[in-house]
């Protein structure tokens, strides 16, 4: 508004009363800058935006704009609220999504998020097992690091995610499928066929070329853990986020990398694979919302993915005994 707006225009009756509609209005000029562009956002005319702000100025008791070079901007009061009505407005849209995926659930799908690493790994396998045994199921999938799983979750976006991280959350259950054990991965030839049947301990990469690991979830910090006792540290010059990446890397020749068992399982013959002594658990998690009963499809799936997951594991340890799956 113009700055020749006076706080003692407006009645006292109505200081600080504030509406969710006052609240887009207030978003929409932010992102915008302009009056008319944010009534392009809200889809109404630019004389009801300029008409709703007025209203909205005039029952908070302040200006919230000012206007300069043609663009509206933060008055010092409503710099003040901004943060707040931000957090409305995301609760406000999360609110939204929410009654919008509840209403969709009468026309079931199976929506599935996993991590890019299982989506490269087990999911795929996983899918195509349960279309087998259920015929056309409907299956939609996403990738999400963890974090943003646990949200979409909680909002009812998914029926169900797999994760080799433990989430928490009240709403939230983190059911453990199996758990194998962490890999190192190499070019072909870096080892002889009867080393690659072998564990090996981690001290094997001191001083030798690596590819990184930059994930900030409690596997990649447990992995870090165990890269700061080797002295003299490993030649890191590559750092990914995804063990499918450091993966393909290792294909080109560029050293070795730790890697989940999943993606070692699924390593061609252009690498070598090998445990890690002592065995680092790596866990794999279904995470579902516990307000409500999985039905049998979603159930079916999470069976498949264990099965699909067990192979993995029982693929890649030859000469030892397999790891307990979780019951």
Known sequence: MDAKTQSSDFPVSTIGTMHLRYIEMFQAIVQAGTLTDAASLLNISQPAATKLLQQAERRLGF????????????????QMLKGQMERIFD???????????????ENYLLRVVSTPTLANAIIPKSITRLRRQLGQTAVELSTQHSPDMLKSIVLREVDVGFTL????????????????????????????????????????????????ITTADSFGRKLQTHLELLDPPPRVSIWVQTYQIAKDLVCNGEGFALVDPFTAANSGPELQVRLVEPAVPVPLYAVYRIDGPLNSVQRSFMQC???????CIGAIQPTMPKLALAR
């Not at 200006?63 to 409503?78: D, I, M, Q, Y």
């Not at 989430?167 to 259950?173: G, T, W």
């Not at 991965?185 to 001191?206: F, H, K, V």
Request: proline share 9%; aromatic share 4%.
């Open 63 to 78: 200006p919230l704009f000012v206007r300069a070079k043609g663009r509206l901007h933060l008055t010092p009061e409503s």
């Open 91 to 105: 609760e406000l849209r999360d609110l939204q999504r929410l009654a919008s995926n509840i209403a969709r659930a």
């Open 165 to 212: 991280q433990e989430l928490n959350h009240p709403d939230v259950r983190c059911e453990p499928l199996c758990t194998g054990s962490l890999a190192m991965i190499a070019p072909a030839g870096t080892w002889s066929p009867r080393e690659a049947c072998m564990p090996i301990g981690m001290d094997y990469l001191e001083d030798a070329p690596m590819v990184g």
């Open 305 to 311: 993915v264990k099965s699909v997951a067990s192979d």
